[in-house]
């Protein structure tokens, strides 16, 4: 099985964020779940050779928003980009990556929901408590509501066709934070607000999710 990470190098990195961290923390976790992930080192080569060469069986993003002044993807990419989006390949996207390609519409409908900005935001991050809201799916198979240390994002703009996971309260209304969405061509999206720095892994429900999260789009895949 070829399942890519997409994760934060050059210039899809960001001050914010440890993606060095991260993307360690999530081939780790990966290769708990029997998945294991090859990190690309450079994002916009990966999704110009999707263009036109065979497409990996399952993609993870893990990425910034490119602060370089350049379009986002690359005009070389762009293609492949859209290819891989608009196929039946089975992603997960974490956290920032919500923000990545900022104002395309075949990411939002491709994720389910992005960051807005001017509107969304997250409370300091820390220690905090999350909800499962579903527990009937793959993805959250015996997990209950659990603690970690992470930011949580409020505010997204989540399509209704979702299947919300995850949750958070926060000014009185309750956010998405983790979900499921079938994409209009036909590939399965989980995205997961969550996963900021490094000690979001440090907890034990938190990479079960994402271990589940990582067989349960295997099997789509497969």
Same mark, same amino acid.
């Given at each position: 099985?070829?399942?890519?990470?997409?994760?934060?190098?050059?210039?899809? $990195?960001?001050?914010?964020?440890?993606?060095? =961290?991260? &993307?360690? @923390?999530?081939? /780790?976790?990966?290769?708990?779940?029997?998945?294991?992930? $090859?990190?690309?080192? /450079?994002?916009?080569?990966?999704?110009?050779?999707?263009?036109?060469?065979? +497409?990996? =069986?399952?993609?993870?993003? &893990?990425?910034?928003?490119?602060?370089?002044?350049?379009?986002?993807?690359?005009?070389?990419?762009?293609?492949?980009?859209?290819?891989?989006?608009?196929? $039946?390949?089975?992603?997960?996207?974490? *956290?920032?990556?919500?923000?990545?390609?900022?104002?395309?519409? =075949? #990411?939002?409908?491709?994720?389910?929901?992005?960051?807005?900005?001017?509107?969304?935001?997250?409370?300091?991050?820390?220690?905090?408590?999350?909800?499962?809201?579903?527990?009937?799916?793959?993805?959250?198979?015996? +997990?209950? =509501?659990?603690?970690? /240390?992470?930011? %949580?994002?409020?505010?997204?703009?989540?399509?209704?066709?979702?299947?919300?996971?995850?949750? *958070? @309260?926060?000014?009185?209304?309750?956010?998405?934070?983790? #979900?499921? *969405?079938? %994409?209009?061509?036909?590939?399965? $999206?989980?995205?997961?607000?969550?996963?900021?720095?490094?000690?979001?892994?440090?907890?034990?429900? *938190?990479?079960?999710?994402?271990?589940?999260?990582?067989?349960?789009?295997?099997?789509?895949?497969?």
């Amino acid at each position: 099985m070829s399942a890519l990470l997409l994760g934060g190098t050059g210039r899809w $990195t960001d001050p914010w964020h440890p993606f060095a =961290d991260t &993307n360690r @923390a999530l081939v /780790d976790t990966a290769a708990d779940a029997g998945v294991p992930l $090859t990190s690309v080192h /450079d994002v916009d080569q990966a999704l110009e050779r999707f263009a036109s060469g065979p +497409l990996p =069986d399952l993609v993870v993003w &893990n990425l910034g928003l490119p602060r370089d002044d350049q379009p986002v993807p690359l005009p070389g990419a762009d293609a492949g980009f859209r290819r891989l989006l608009h196929s $039946t390949v089975p992603m997960l996207a974490l *956290h920032v990556s919500s923000t990545s390609f900022a104002g395309d519409p =075949d #990411w939002e409908r491709a994720l389910g929901g992005v960051w807005v900005r001017g509107v969304t935001m997250h409370p300091p991050s820390g220690p905090c408590t999350v909800r499962v809201v579903d527990a009937g799916h793959p993805v959250t198979a015996g +997990l209950e =509501d659990f603690a970690l /240390d992470d930011e %949580r994002y409020s505010y997204q703009r989540v399509s209704p066709d979702v299947r919300v996971l995850v949750d *958070h @309260a926060h000014e009185g209304r309750t956010h998405p934070l983790v #979900w499921v *969405h079938e %994409r209009p061509g036909g590939g399965t $999206t989980v995205y997961s607000g969550l996963g900021h720095a490094a000690a979001s892994f440090e907890s034990a429900s *938190h990479r079960r999710l994402l271990g589940q999260a990582l067989r349960f789009l295997a099997g789509r895949a497969a």
